[in-house]
């Protein structure tokens, strides 16, 4: 699974991500959020070495209960997951390398 560029209205359930086997990384935000837009480039430099791992970029907002259970306040929130379990967490990255290094707690390929 690669990069994924557009944000979903739909979000998993808490337990849907809890069952994931496989490496995922969440990201919280909004289509309209400065910060998400400048990330974007980082995600996908972090990605590119990663392919395997899974990304859920999930449009996030008040009452948005996804968010609410990973107590996400900022945007954008990356959780990075193994088994569902998070593992990691950036928010509001500004360095890809930072991202990377995250992304290879969670990829055992890396």
């Not at 791992?53 to 948005?64: A, F, N, Q, T, Y």
Request: proline letters at 6%; hydrophobic letters at 45%; charged letters at 25%.
């Amino acid at each position: 699974m690669a990069m994924t560029s557009t944000s979903s209205s739909s979000e998993p359930t808490r337990a849907a991500v809890e069952a994931l086997r496989e490496p995922t990384v969440l990201e919280f935000g909004a289509s309209w959020c400065g910060y998400c837009q400048a990330v974007q480039p980082l995600i996908a430099k972090a990605f590119a070495n990663h392919p395997k791992v899974g990304h859920i970029k999930i449009e996030d907002g008040k009452g948005r209960p996804l968010g609410r259970s990973y107590r996400v306040t900022l945007w954008p929130t990356l959780i990075f997951l193994d088994r569902g379990q998070e593992i990691a967490r950036l928010v509001r990255p500004d360095d890809a390398q930072a991202i990377e290094r995250a992304l290879a707690m969670i990829d055992a390929a890396a």
